[in-house]
């Protein structure tokens, strides 16, 4: 229950001021708080292999097919349609065994944002993220989000300061990933009332957040990032190994887990 202390405190700090800057930039890899993880770090134990065509929705401007080896754009809003109430691009993943909650960061998600603007510039498209262990109820990450503009001189490009964003996959730059710590949601009611299962997480799914402001996070600041994108628009999601989301703590396969009572059993008699 450590870390949902600390969590609150950095929520109630994160209030105070949209600069205070208290988390990693875009390819920070030493930080105590959200450090990125290169794709090719040796934490990852497996990948995301599959797309769940069922669970997921392409917004307008977004891919039309599910790309298994290209990028899978979310598609974007624009103001009418933001105004009109219309859904939102999401991208839900399966993987080999799943994902369980372990000693910290258990997963990280990967997205094609690139540096520009000081300080901590990014060319930024967000998306919420959401875990579940049956694929029908999903339990959202507690996010923070408190820029209210771009970064001094980035330009066209519009870059905002990644330091003042915290879970919400998109907040590193392409080739490195955001890490998510199942522990964030020990008290979430879906958690709590045993609906999701930390210990078994077979599905991750993200949510684009049109970046006008519209969207909040769990304090109800406005979302901001590069709203609106020429071309498709919204999060990018790219599949194949070494992108895509890499898992960190996954479930133990079910030989592993049969040998494991095995040794255990073996273990018993032996002091019996």
Do not use: C
């Not at 949209?18 to 890899?29: D, W």
């Not at 097919?65 to 999401?90: E, M």
């Not at 998306?127 to 996010?143: I, K, L, Q, T």
């Amino acid at each position: 229950m450590l870390r949902t202390y600390i969590f609150a405190l950095l929520l109630s700090l994160s209030a105070t001021a949209a600069s205070a800057g208290i988390y990693s930039g875009p390819s920070q890899t030493s930080h105590p708080i959200d450090a990125a993880i290169p794709s090719n770090s040796p934490l990852f134990t497996e990948w995301a292999n599959a797309i769940d065509a069922s669970r997921t929705y392409f917004a307008p401007r977004g891919a039309t097919t599910i790309s298994p080896t290209g990028f899978n754009s979310l598609g974007d809003l624009d103001a009418t349609q933001i105004a009109a109430g219309d859904k939102v691009g999401y991208l839900t993943v399966t993987f080999p065994t799943g994902v369980k909650n372990g000693a910290g960061a258990d997963f990280a998600i990967f997205e094609n944002g690139f540096a520009f603007g000081s300080p901590n510039g990014l060319f930024a498209e967000l998306a919420y993220v959401e875990v579940s262990s049956n694929g029908v109820d999903f339990a959202r990450f507690p996010s923070i989000s408190t820029n209210v503009a771009p970064v001094t001189g980035s330009g066209a490009f519009a870059g905002f300061d990644m330091s003042n964003v915290y879970n919400l996959a998109g907040k590193h730059a392409g080739g490195f990933g955001t890490p998510f710590n199942l522990d964030d949601l020990l008290t979430d009611p879906l958690v709590v009332g045993g609906s999701v299962n930390l210990a078994s997480i077979q599905y991750v799914k993200l949510v684009d957040i049109p970046g006008n402001g519209s969207y909040l996070d769990s304090l109800g600041n406005p979302i901001r990032d590069n709203w609106l994108t020429t071309g498709s628009g919204g999060f990018d999601f790219r599949l194949p190994g070494g992108q895509g989301v890499g898992v960190i703590n996954a479930v133990p396969e079910p030989a592993s887990l049969a040998l494991a009572g095995i040794a255990a059993l073996l273990s018993w008699r032996r002091r019996r």
